[in-house]
């Protein structure tokens, strides 16, 4: 079946520090792939999403690239911030049949950043 | 907005206790889910409903039971808590289509004892 693979489980910054995270997947079709975040105490919210192969998407200063060869959707970030600890998941929507389907997320990783 | 909200927020029950997790939401959307949080392992989803009266089985449902009441209601059941069933509990919805976002509750955290 589908499936995610996020590698690391928690990644230590200091703040105006480049982030990269890890994502890949294995799927039989081109699913759309996205990026969940979740803050402490709060449930997982929605960072940025891409539906086409090859295309990138962008939010709040996170980018990430749907690359179709090497089946990686991996999470980046130019400058970090203190605010931006949280626990990020990669995720890909898996079409369960006709008109249905779910998604499949990644075991997350967990950023912790320094002031 | 979509909400999504979910109670009770934190639960203590003992062994081989009966516990209900509550979820509504009120955007009207169709589909429903019950995920489990748990180090390691990310989100993992348990049962996931696409209407009223709809059931559809997830990747870790032993243990558990679920009824979709109302388009609005999507209740989990533990009916004999296990210590291994200890897990933060999300309830997710949805709206039709796979490029519709899901939008989470604020969890539940169960400790059984």
């Known amino acids: 079946g589908d499936s995610v693979t996020q590698k690391q489980g928690q990644v230590t910054l200091s703040e105006d520090d480049f982030l990269f995270i890890n994502c890949t997947y294995s799927?039989?079709?081109?699913?759309?792939l996205l990026w969940y975040v979740q803050y402490p105490g709060q449930g997982p919210q929605l960072l940025l999403k891409?539906?086409?192969?090859?295309n990138k998407g962008i939010s709040r200063g996170f980018e990430a690239t749907y690359d179709k060869g090497t089946t990686s959707f991996h999470l980046q970030k130019a400058s970090v911030q203190e605010s931006d600890s949280a626990v990020y998941f990669c995720?890909?929507?898996?079409?369960?049949?006709?008109?249905?389907?779910?998604?499949?997320f990644g075991a997350g990783t967990r950023l912790k950043v320094i002031a | 907005e979509a909400a999504v909200t979910q109670s009770p927020r934190n639960k203590v029950t003992v062994t081989g206790g009966n516990v209900t997790l509550s979820c509504r939401q009120t955007?009207?959307?169709?589909?429903m889910y019950w995920y489990r949080q748990d180090t390691g392992h990310g989100l993992r989803l348990i049962h996931y409903?696409?209407?009223?009266?709809?059931?559809q089985i997830g990747d870790v449902p032993d243990g558990y039971k679920a009824t979709r009441t109302t388009q609005e209601d999507f209740f989990l059941l533990l009916e004999l808590a296990s210590p291994s069933q200890t897990s933060l509990y999300f309830c997710?919805?949805?709206?039709?289509?796979?490029?519709?976002?899901?939008?989470f509750g604020s969890g539940t955290r169960l400790l059984v004892i």
């Open positions: 799927t039989t079709t081109y699913p759309t």
């Open positions: 409903s696409y209407g009223a009266g709809n059931l």
């Open positions: 955007n009207s959307h169709n589909y």
């Open positions: 995720a890909l929507v898996d079409i369960v049949n006709t008109g249905n389907y779910k998604y499949v």
């Open positions: 997710a919805s949805s709206d039709r289509g796979a490029n519709s976002d899901y939008t």
């Open positions: 891409v539906t086409t192969a090859n």
